[in-house]
T-cell receptor, first 117, second 114 residues
Framework: GAVVSQHPSWVICKSGTSVKIECRSL??????MFWYRQFPKQSLMLMATSNEGSKATYEQGVEKDKFLINHASLTLSTLTVTSAHPEDSSFYIC?????????????FGQGTRLTVV | AQSVTQLGSHVSVSEGALVLLRCNYS??????LFWYVQYPNQGLQLLLKYTTGATLVKGINGFEAEFKKSETSFHLTKPSAHMSDAAEYFCAVSDGNQGGKLIFGQGTELSVKP
């Protein structure tokens, strides 16, 4: 199956700093990538849909100025958590759809555990 | 709007017993339905999916699910549980008209007792 690589797998940062998370599709082109957030023992909540070459579409309640998404190429999307605070600590997961169609499988990255201290 | 409800946040079975994880969905258009498994601190792995065609879908690791439109259900089953099946399971629905984003259920933690 297709591989989606997320980096880093875990990161600890100080409150007030910014953190960038990368999501790469290694062996396919992804016109669309999705960013999810998962709190402990909870489900995945969609944060935003990232489209190559255009602005991301954010879900209601997600601060677009805090969670900056850039999808500069067909294989890379980045999520930057700006001015991180302890409440931003969470598990962030990206997924990517092969540009082949809407009903194709979404491949998930391994996730990034962010801890803000 | 679409939604997914997984009945039971935690299911415990004995090794060798039947596994049944329940999922009901709500969708105003024909849904695409998915089951994913998540191991601790890892991403999601697709178990199986229903898009069109045969309503009984077979997936990896011996899992299968049946799409029942009349019941708006997509329950996941496995005839005989294995210790390695212990994980978190998520049911998800996708509406192609919305660009393919997935809406997840709350998740069901499966425990397997020896």
């Amino acid at each position: 199956g297709a591989v989606v690589s997320q980096h880093p797998s875990w990161v600890i940062c100080k409150s007030g700093t910014s953190v960038k998370i990368e999501c790469r599709s290694l062996d396919f082109q992804a016109t669309t990538m999705f960013w999810y957030r998962q709190f402990p023992k909870q489900s995945l909540m969609l944060m935003a849909t990232s489209n190559e070459g255009s602005k991301a579409t954010y879900e209601q309640g997600v601060e677009k100025d805090k969670f900056l998404i850039n999808h500069a190429s067909l294989t890379l999307s980045t999520l930057t958590v700006t001015s991180a605070h302890p409440e931003d600590s969470s598990f962030y997961i990206c997924s990517a759809r092969d540009r082949g169609g809407m009903n194709t499988e979404a491949f998930f990255g391994q996730g990034t555990r962010l801890t803000v201290v | 709007a679409q939604s997914v409800t997984q009945l039971g946040s935690h299911v415990s079975v004995s090794e060798g017993a039947l596994v049944l994880l329940r999922c009901n969905y709500s969708s105003s258009v024909p849904p695409y339905l998915f089951w994913y498994v998540q191991y601790p601190n890892q991403g999601l792995q697709l178990l199986l999916k229903y898009t069109t065609g045969a309503t009984l879908v077979k997936g990896i690791n011996g899992f299968e699910a049946e799409f029942k439109k009349s019941e708006t259900s997509f329950h996941l089953t496995k005839p005989s549980a294995h210790m390695s099946d212990a994980a978190e399971y998520f049911c998800a629905v996708s509406d192609g008209n919305q660009g393919g984003k997935l809406i997840f259920g709350q998740g069901t933690e499966l425990s397997v007792k020896p």
